[in-house]
């Protein structure tokens, strides 16, 4: 803890009457809040254990903030038992009490600091690993109806019980006639309008001195209201208006002599709980996170907060400190406001819990009512952003699986809210996804077409009868929905082309992944089509998800499977080519200058100005960023055009050019040509065609007539491909 000194003690030199006076005013806060949640907690038959219970809460808060002096990139942060975790640690509370398997009252306090160190535990344990796992991004995912369903049912809670603390009994149909009474109408009557006070003039000002002279004027007023009533402290408290003297005692775990002799069958029920108190923790982080990012105008690192906050909530555990905190979104913005530059109003803020523990006897002087007024207030912020403001945020069907969340709360309970919400949750992420295209672009081979740079004659065929050639570019992961409606499209697009298509590719290279559910539909399908004398390939599919798609690959031939999408074009491209009359693999120049040229034949071809070159095995023509001065036409053999980029890559087979379109740029050389084999070359360079333009104008226009040509149509080829692969 050496290191926690020496922070302090820096930051009280850089600016500390600054630090001091925001520690104190969050500090404040921070104290009536955990005090309310203490009394939110442990009521009615838990309200003997009320000291040690608050105790607990103050020394989490203490413990919490006293290691976010250590905190990096966020000053300003405080740490607190979060609301939405204590509201439901309160409706566990609540339910351990009420149990009929409870047989020795005397253990129920005993049994619930188990409860709380187990929880506490769990949640830190849990939030660490979520951090070192590097999960914590895939919190975010979570839908957003699904979150305002949970706060909206546990800002319900917090008015709810806001009022029960107020009144000092549960609302309920059993205690409807002592709810009429005066006594209990005036109770309800100052906690609600203290918690409207709050909300309209405190939560809504981004003045910091509101909210607490306002609790301090509450508390003040409560009691000269006492004096004029000329009720003592003693009555005032025995009349439900005012805390009795409390004597906080920190309790540690290791000193409680009775943990054997607990029915741990008793708390069974709520350990199965627990999960979800991870759950909202995690989510709370990760909300509060959120904010803090729209104060701070940058992205915070989720994973090393989820990490610091398990860690925090582990060590606070010897220290007495039983209630799971996290940051506070809502507290570090407004201790910023109050002027915290440095951690040193954490620690501020820290002292003063300890300093409440040892003054436990001025509870008394604290008003129930005002404090309840706390709670409604939180109950008022929550319902107000996640259920009237809402419904101009979300759309009507997401608003309404937030209003549902919500009624299930009410009705039902809050720990029914949560599971309604985790079942809406995946429900709508299965509909959600089952709504999202699986299908990521759809062409023919007459328009995407392989890295073989072929002779004009191929070109064109492939152009003309590329359209039998359908490729099917599936994303995502893939499950029985998807993949259904995956080949109801295709199946759709069979009956719908004009062409009678004979081969449809699939390509997964965008797939990540996918179930045993898909083979079957795609085998189902692939026996579909080959009844219709239609092949099925399929390319890149990855080795991760090889295996839940073995029965479909099995009944493919391995001719027909392939590692990427250019090696299946090429044996699509090289299987249409074989219906046709093809070109010799070596054609003299000579003889392919004129045709490419369409020259007529009374025109001389002067092949002088053109260079021959012969290439080994291996051996480079040009490399890439040299100076495209020079075309080259590939009389024999074949090229490699090595590229960075694996679509950039190119094979130029015999009678096809080479390094035309940076030569008509004036750029440098995107690839580097490599010959495979022995190559025969021609090349024709810049002072060359400047004599063949005065020489033999015909042929100089012929041949850029040609080479605009060739460079539109590689354009286009150029831009379906790339519209292909970034669709």
């Known amino acids: 803890m050496a290191w926690v000194g020496q922070r302090l003690i820096a930051d009280l030199k850089s600016a500390p009457l600054r630090n001091i006076l925001a520690g104190l005013v969050s500090g404040l806060l921070l104290l009536g809040e955990n005090i309310s949640a203490g009394l939110l907690i442990y009521s009615n038959v838990l309200s003997p254990y009320l000291a040690s ?88 995912y979570i839908p957003y109806p699904v979150v305002g369903g949970f706060l909206a049912a546990t800002g319900w809670l917090l008015l709810t019980g806001g009022l029960n603390v107020a009144l000092g009994f549960k609302i309920s149909g059993a205690t409807l006639e002592r709810l009429w009474s005066v006594d209990s109408a005036a109770k309800i009557l100052v906690a609600v309008v203290f918690g409207l006070l709050l909300w309209q003039l405190g939560t809504r000002s981004k003045r910091v001195w509101i909210t607490p002279v306002l609790l301090l004027a509450g508390l003040v007023g409560a009691q000269l209201v006492r004096v004029g009533l000329g009720y ?126 040892a003054l436990g006897d001025l509870a008394s002087w604290l008003c129930k009512p005002i404090l309840a007024g706390l709670l409604v207030n939180i109950g008022l912020v929550y319902i107000d952003r996640w259920v009237f403001r809402s419904i101009r945020l979300l759309p009507q069907r997401e608003y309404w699986v937030t209003i549902a969340i919500l009624g299930i709360s009410i009705v039902g309970g809050f720990l029914e809210a949560i599971t309604a919400g985790i079942v809406f949750s995946s429900l709508t992420f299965v509909v959600s996804y089952c709504r999202a295209p699986a299908i990521r672009s759809m062409a023919t081979g007459a328009y995407l077409h392989s890295n073989i740079e072929r002779v004009e004659t191929q070109q064109s065929i492939l152009r003309r009868r590329g359209a039998v050639l359908q490729v099917v570019s599936l994303q995502g992961y893939l499950f029985f929905g998807t993949a259904r409606r995956i080949v109801s499209t295709v199946r759709d697009r069979l009956q719908q082309s ?104 009374d025109c001389d071809v002067p092949l002088q100005f053109w260079q021959r070159s012969q290439l080994k095995d291996g051996e480079v023509l040009y490399q890439q960023g040299d100076r495209a001065d020079t075309i080259y036409w590939l009389e024999r053999g074949e090229l490699h055009l090595q590229a960075t980029e694996a679509w950039d890559a190119r094979q130029v087979l015999a009678g096809s050019p080479c390094g035309e379109l940076a030569f008509l740029r004036g750029d440098t050389q995107p690839q580097t040509a490599i010959a495979v084999g022995r190559c025969m070359v021609y090349g024709l360079n810049r002072a060359a065609l400047t004599e063949l333009e005065a020489s033999y104008p015909t ?29």
């Open 53 to 140: 219970g608050l105790a607990a809460l103050l020394i989490s808060t203490a413990c919490l903030n006293f290691f976010a002096v250590n905190r990096r990139g966020l000053p300003y942060g405080l740490a607190t038992p979060d609301s939405r975790i204590y509201s439901l640690l309160a409706v566990i509370a609540a339910a351990i009490s009420q149990s009929e398997a409870l047989a020795d009252t005397r253990m129920l306090g005993v049994t619930l600091l188990i409860y709380w160190v187990v929880a506490t535990a769990c949640i830190g344990v849990a939030l660490w690993l979520m951090g070192r796992c590097g999960i914590g991004e895939w919190l975010r």
């Open 232 to 357: 003592s402290l003693a009555e005032a408290a025995q009349f439900g208006w005012f805390l009795p003297p409390l004597a906080p005692r920190i309790v540690f775990f290791w000193d409680w002599p009775r943990i054997p002799s607990i029915d741990w069958a008793l708390l069974l029920p709520q350990i199965a709980l627990i999960p979800v108190l991870i759950l909202l923790a995690a989510i709370s982080l990760t909300l509060n996170l959120s904010s803090l990012e729209n104060v701070e105008k940058r992205e915070l690192d989720l994973n090393q907060e989820l990490q610091r906050t398990g860690l925090a909530n582990l060590i606070m555990l010897p220290f007495g400190g039983f209630s799971p905190g996290l940051l506070s979104g809502s507290r570090s913005t407004l201790n910023r406001l109050a002027g915290a530059s440095t951690p040193l109003a954490a620690g501020v803020a820290a002292v003063l819990m300890l300093i409440a523990i």
């Open 498 to 601: 004009k062409v009678s298509i004979n081969l449809v590719l699939l390509d997964y290279q965008a797939v990540t992944g996918a179930d045993s559910s898909t083979a079957e539909v795609f085998s189902r399908f692939a026996v579909e089509l080959q009844a219709q004398s239609i092949q099925l390939w399929v390319a890149a599919i990855a080795s991760d998800y090889q295996k839940p798609l073995r029965p479909f690959l099995q009944l493919l031939p391995e001719h027909q499977q392939f590692p990427d999408l250019n090696t299946a074009l090429q044996a699509a491209e090289a299987k249409l080519l074989d219906q046709y009359a093809r070109r010799p693999k070596s054609l003299p120049f000579a003889l392919l200058l004129p045709e490419l040229l369409a020259l007529p034949d």
């Open 699 to 727: 042929v100089a226009i012929a041949l850029y007539r040609w080479l605009l040509h060739r460079q539109s149509e590689q354009l286009q080829d150029q831009q379906l491909r790339q519209h292909y692969l970034q669709a």
